[in-house]
């Protein structure tokens, strides 16, 4: 098992900028992936950016260049700051670990991220 334990939500202007992190422990496999989707009110969930632990990263077309994802290996934890954050960037962000190899993976509680115009 795996937890994963989020924070850094919270309401902000457009415009403004927030980090979320996100604390793993538990049974951590050396090889996987740490990542952030988030869920809009009505959508589906999406995912936002991942960083494996040898540091290939991933990022949605809509958060390029406004979004950065970082991880620190030896904390096991995963990073996302968001810059230039729009209204409809409002959704609950959710991390997840994914061991390579697995079918299957763990997620966070979720933290809500609320941009106001």
């Known amino acids: 098992q795996v937890q994963l334990v989020e924070s850094g939500g919270g309401l902000v202007q457009a415009g403004g900028s927030l980090r979320l992190s996100c604390a793993a422990s538990?049974?951590?496999?050396?090889?996987?992936?740490l990542g952030w989707y988030r869920q809009a009110p009505g959508n589906q969930r999406e995912l936002v950016a991942e960083?494996?632990?040898?540091?290939?990263?991933y990022y949605a077309d809509f958060v390029k260049g406004r979004f950065t994802i970082s991880r620190d290996n030896a904390k096991i934890t995963v990073y996302l700051r968001m810059t230039s954050l729009k209204p409809e960037d409002t959704a609950v962000y959710y991390c997840y670990f994914h061991p390579l190899g697995s079918m299957s993976g763990y997620w966070g509680q979720g933290t809500r991220v609320t941009v106001v115009s």
């Open positions: 538990g049974s951590i496999t050396k090889d996987n992936i």
């Open positions: 960083i494996s632990n040898d540091f290939n990263e």
